[in-house]
C-alpha cells in the first residue's frame, strides 16, 4: 500500500496545539483508477497555474481504508477568483455556483463534475454556520476539520499529509474529533451526530468512547435544538444502519440528546435493542429501528415535524407503529406466510410488501422474511366486467360479489383461477 514512509517533521503556529506532519506515499489500484481523462486534465490546469491541488476529507479516509471512494472532493490553494479565472482561460466549463460563498467552485471536464474548494478557516461561528476566510495554509484548513480521520489530504502524487494523527486513529479504529471536543462542537453542533455516524462506521467495540467527549457532548447537546431537522436526519438515518446503532441510539437517550433531534424523550430503547438485534443482518430501513422507540402515533407525527422525513418515511412509521402488534404469524399455522400475504393482498397498495418486509425484519420472522422477498403479489382474476356479463348490474352488489369472490381466493392461497371463482357467483346472497 505504501511505497515509502518519510521522516516526519513537526509543524505549528502560536496559540494551536502541536502534532507532527507524516508524509507517505499511497499506490493502490484504487487510488490510481481515479485518474481518468478528467481529473487528468484539471491536474494539468492547476499545474501548469501553480496553485496546489490535494484530494480531502472522506475521500481520502476511504482510499486508506482499501475503499475505492464514490465522491472525491478537493482542495486546492487557489482562489474562488483564481479558479474561475483558471477554468475560463482553459475553456472549462462551471456549474453550481452556490458554494463559491465557501471557496467551492464545480468545474465540469469530459463528462465528470469535479468539486474544488479552497483552503479556508472559520473566523466566527455560530454553531451552525460559520463566516469563512481563504488561506493557503494546509494546516489551518485541517484543524477546522471535525474529526482527525476527515483532516486528511493526499496529493494527485500519492504523498499523504497527516497533521493531526488521523491515519493512527484510522489503522486503531479510532474516532476523534481535532483538539478540543468542546470547540470543534460548539463551531457547528451537528457534528455531534457526526461523531456518532463515523462511530458506527470505524470503530470495532461498541463502548470505545474517549470520556472527554461524552463529556462534551452532554454538556453541548442543547445546541442541537437549533439545528435544522433536515440535517438532522441526514446523520441520524445513517448512524442507524451502521455498527454499534443500537448502542449509539441508547448513548444518545443516557446522554439526553433526544429531545432535541425529533425522538421520543422516554423511547421504548429496549424495544429498540430487541429491534436491531432482529433486523441489523437483513438491511433495515432506518425508520425500522427508530419505529421501535415511538409508543403511539402521535410521537411519529412528533418526530416528522421536527425532521421533515419524507412522505414514504413517515408512512413506514405509523405502519410499524400501528401493526407490530396485531399484524403477526398465525398461532395455528406458525409457519404460514398467510396472515402476511392477506394483508398485502387487501391492503393493494403499491408499496405493502416492503412494508410487510419492514415488518418482518421488526419482529425478528427471517424465514417468513426470505419467503416473502420469494414471493410475487397474485393479481385477482376477476374484475367487473366479468360480473356484468353474469348479469350483476348494481354497482353496490359488483363491489360485494368481487369482496366475497376475493375471500374465497384468499382462502384457496390464491390458486383458484377465474372460471372457479365465478361458479360462486349465484350461491351468493343477493
Known sequence: MWSRLLSPRVVGRAGVWWRSLYTMQLKTSDFRSLFTEGLNG??????KNNHELRIAGGAVRDL??????????FATTATPEEMKRMFQVAGVR?????????????????NENFEVTTLRLDVQTDGRHAEVEFTKDW???????????NSLFLGLDGTLYDYFKGYEDLQNRKVRFVGSAEQRIQEDYLRILRYFRFYGRVAVEPDDHEPETLTAIRENGRGLAAISGERIWVELKKMVVGDHAAHLLELMYKLELAQYIGLPPDGDVEEMKQVWQNAKDHSPKPMTVLAALFHCPEEVEKMDLRLKVSREEKNLALFLVKHRRELCKSKDEPQSLKPFTDFIIDSRELDSQIKV???????GEEKLLAELRRWSIPRFPVNGHDLRRMGVTSGKEIGATLQN??????KSRYLMDKEELLTHVQTFDK
Open 405 to 410: 369472490l376475493r375471500d374465497i381466493w384468499k
Open 94 to 110: 462551471m456549474i453550481n455556483n452556490k458554494g463559491e460563498a465557501h471557496g467551492t467552485i464545480t468545474a465540469r471536464l469530459h
Open 139 to 149: 494546516l489551518r484548513d485541517a484543524e477546522r476539520r471535525d474529526l482527525t480521520i
Open 357 to 363: 418486509c419492514e415488518l418482518l425484519k421488526y419482529q
Open 42 to 47: 484539471l491536474v494539468e490546469i492547476f499545474e
Open 64 to 73: 486508506l481504508s482499501g475503499k475505492r471512494p464514490e465522491d472525491v472532493d
